[in-house]
C-alpha cells in the first residue's frame, strides 16, 4: 500500500496540550471518544442537550464529565468533536454551535455527510477537519482498555490555523486509533465510502441472510436450524477471514465443499451491476438526497419497514433460538 499510514510515533498528542475538547453528544461515539481522550490526558467537557431534553446528561455526569449544553460546551472548548447523529447535526449547528464559534477553534466531525452535502458551512476562520474510528463506540472503548486501537481516518476539509491536520491526527491519537493506524481521505471519500458500504455490505449481507432464511423454511426446514445456517454460520468464519485473511480462509480453514461453493455459486447471488449503480447514486447524491428527504418527512418508509422486519417469522425465530441455544 502506497498510502500514508499514521501511527503513535508518527503523531503529537502535545497538540492538544491546553486545550479543551468538547465532545458534543455522549451516544455510541461520543461516550467511548470523550472517555479514551480523557484516558489519554486530554481535559474533555461534555456538551448534552438541556436538561429536559437529554437522557445523556446523567451518563456523563456520573462518569465525572463536566457537562453543559451544546452552546456553552462550544464556546468553553478549543476542539469541537461532534458527536451527534447526522440527522440531528445541522439544527444543533445552527441553533447552538454556530453562534457560539470563534476565530481558530477546530470542528471535528465523525462523518463528513453535512459537510459534503452543504448541510453544515462552517466560517473560515475555523478548522473544519474529520476523524472516524471505523468501530462501534463500545468496540472502540474495548479496544482502548485492551491497550490497543480501531483503524480510523482523518481529513481535512478546511485549514484555518495551518496545524489542522496535525490536531485531526492529534485527535485520533487520543481517542486510540493510531495504535492501530489512521489513514488521510478527503471529506468526500470518507463519506461515500460509508455510505456506500452501509448499503452494500450491511444492506446486502442482512437481506442475504433473511432471503437464505426464508428459502429454507419455505422448503420444509425447522426454522431453529434455518436460523443457525442464517446467521450463526456465518459469525462463525468472519473473524477468521478478518484475522487469516479470505483466501486463507478458504484454502486453508474451510472444507472443500465450502471453497467450491464459495467460488462457483457465490458470485451467481450477487449482481454487480446493481452494486455498480447504488455506487454512482451515492457519488451523484442521490442517495444522500434520499436520506434527508425521508429524515425530514419523520422517516416514514424507516418505520414501516421496521414494523415489517419486527413482525418476521425469522425475527421470532431469532428470540426464541437465543433463548434456547444462547447467544
Request: charged letters at 25%.
Amino acid at each position: 500500500m502506497n498510502e500514508k499510514i499514521y501511527r503513535d510515533d508518527d503523531v503529537d498528542l502535545g497538540v492538544l496540550q491546553g486545550k479543551t475538547l468538547a465532545v458534543l453528544g455522549f451516544g455510541i461515539q461520543g461516550r467511548a471518544q470523550a472517555a479514551n481522550a480523557r484516558d489519554s490526558g486530554c481535559t474533555v467537557i461534555v456538551g448534552v442537550r438541556p436538561a429536559s431534553q437529554s437522557a445523556s446528561r446523567r451518563d456523563a455526569e456520573k462518569e465525572g464529565f463536566p457537562v453543559l449544553d451544546y452552546g456553552e460546551a462550544t464556546a468553553a472548548a478549543d476542539v469541537i468533536l461532534v458527536e451527534l447523529a447526522d440527522p440531528a447535526q445541522p439544527s444543533a449547528y445552527r441553533d447552538h454551535i454556530a453562534p457560539n464559534l470563534r476565530s481558530g477553534q477546530t470542528l471535528v466531525f465523525c462523518h463528513g455527510f453535512n459537510v459534503l452535502y452543504g448541510a453544515i458551512t462552517p466560517p473560515r476562520d475555523i478548522n473544519t477537519v474529520l476523524f472516524v474510528p471505523n468501530a462501534p463506540g463500545a468496540f472502540v472503548r474495548e479496544k482502548y482498555l485492551q491497550g490497543e486501537g480501531i483503524y480510523g481516518c482523518v481529513s481535512v476539509d478546511h485549514d484555518a490555523t495551518g496545524d489542522a491536520l496535525e490536531i485531526a491526527l492529534a485527535v485520533s491519537k487520543a481517542v486510540g486509533s493510531t495504535r492501530a493506524g489512521v489513514v488521510n481521505l478527503t471529506f468526500q471519500q470518507e463519506t461515500e465510502g460509508d455510505n456506500f458500504e452501509e448499503q452494500i455490505l450491511y444492506g446486502g449481507v442482512i437481506h442475504l441472510m433473511r432471503l437464505c432464511f426464508q428459502t429454507m423454511v419455505d422448503n420444509g426446514y425447522p426454522p431453529s436450524f434455518a436460523y443457525a445456517k442464517s446467521i450463526r454460520s456465518l459469525r462463525s468464519v468472519i473473524d477468521v477471514m478478518d484475522e487469516h485473511g479470505i483466501e486463507d480462509y478458504l484454502t486453508g480453514r474451510s472444507s472443500r465443499t465450502c471453497e467450491f461453493a464459495v467460488r462457483t455459486r457465490g458470485p451467481r447471488v450477487i449482481n454487480d451491476e446493481a452494486v455498480r449503480q447504488i455506487f454512482d447514486e451515492t457519488q451523484r447524491g442521490i442517495f444522500a438526497r434520499d436520506w434527508m428527504q425521508e429524515w425530514s418527512l419523520g422517516m416514514p418508509q424507516v418505520h414501516r419497514l421496521r414494523r415489517t422486519a419486527a413482525e418476521s417469522e425469522m425475527e421470532r425465530t431469532g428470540r426464541e433460538w437465543r433463548t434456547e441455544f444462547g447467544v
